[in-house]
């Protein structure tokens, strides 16, 4: 009856009770469970695929970076790198699964059973695309938003946060007391250092 994930979307309560040792009340809670799963968020569809290295926080980060699963599946691997916490590791195992030709007929079959495949509408309120790829650190204290809040904003908006400066930092948001290393380490890499009102009129 069942040859991978999608078919369990096509099982009736008959199907069910011509199993042995199934009851009607059995066969009932089953398909009711299944149907109820597809109301599960996007994230946790993420979770369910069974992605080498895509745990449950990971699949929150991906949610949170793509609006569908379609945009995840054409991502590349600069793009998937620079979410905050998803390195080569975890981004090639991405890649490799999407690759693989059965894997993406198992996603479409489960879009066309009905799971969630994108974020929700409530989910993609604020969240916009004017910080992709860009990779920007933190330092200070700040005045409007707490450092996890601004952390939250720029993931909301497609940057990734980096604990430290490099060659790859797009920019710097820095609030009152920036530490003098970082600061130091800014301007010989010459990374564009913006404050608390700058960032927020972007």
Same mark, same amino acid.
């Given at each position: 009856?069942?040859?991978?994930?999608?078919?369990?979307?096509?099982?009736?309560?008959d199907?069910?009770?011509?199993l042995?040792?199934?009851?009607?009340?059995?066969a #009932?809670?089953?398909?009711?469970g299944?149907v109820?799963?597809?109301?599960?968020?996007f994230e946790?569809?993420?979770?369910?695929?069974?992605?080498?290295?895509?745990? %449950?926080?990971?699949?929150?980060?991906?949610?949170?970076?793509?609006?569908?699963?379609?945009?995840?599946? *054409?991502?590349?691997?600069e793009?998937l790198?620079?979410?905050?916490?998803?390195?080569?590791?975890?981004?090639g195992?991405?890649? *490799?699964?999407?690759?693989?030709e059965?894997?993406?007929?198992?996603?479409?079959?489960?879009?066309?059973?009905?799971?969630?495949?994108?974020?929700? #509408? #409530? %989910?993609?309120? =604020?969240?916009t695309?004017?910080?992709? =790829?860009?990779?920007?650190v933190i330092?200070?204290?700040f005045?409007?938003?707490?450092?996890d809040?601004y952390k939250?904003?720029?993931?909301?908006?497609?940057?990734?946060?980096?604990?430290?400066?490099?060659?790859k930092?797009?920019?710097?948001?820095?609030?009152?007391?920036?530490?003098?290393a970082?600061?130091?380490?800014?301007?010989?890499l010459?990374?564009n250092?913006?404050?608390? #009102?700058?960032f927020?009129?972007?």
């Amino acid at each position: 009856l069942v040859k991978n994930t999608a078919d369990l979307y096509k099982l009736t309560v008959d199907d069910m009770k011509g199993l042995d040792r199934m009851g009607d009340k059995s066969a #009932e809670n089953i398909i009711n469970g299944i149907v109820r799963s597809r109301e599960v968020p996007f994230e946790r569809v993420l979770f369910a695929l069974g992605i080498r290295f895509v745990g %449950e926080t990971v699949a929150k980060k991906l949610a949170k970076s793509f609006a569908n699963m379609e945009d995840l599946a *054409q991502a590349d691997m600069e793009y998937l790198t620079n979410i905050d916490e998803i390195g080569e590791k975890i981004a090639g195992s991405i890649l *490799q699964y999407f690759s693989n030709e059965s894997n993406r007929n198992l996603v479409r079959q489960l879009q066309e059973a009905g799971l969630k495949m994108e974020r929700s #509408e #409530e %989910e993609n309120s =604020g969240h916009t695309d004017k910080l992709a =790829g860009k990779s920007i650190v933190i330092s200070g204290v700040f005045i409007h938003h707490s450092r996890d809040e601004y952390k939250e904003i720029i993931e909301k908006n497609g940057g990734k946060n980096s604990g430290s400066s490099s060659a790859k930092t797009s920019f710097i948001l820095a609030g009152d007391n920036m530490g003098p290393a970082k600061l130091e380490k800014a301007q010989k890499l010459k990374i564009n250092i913006m404050n608390e #009102e700058e960032f927020l009129e972007l």
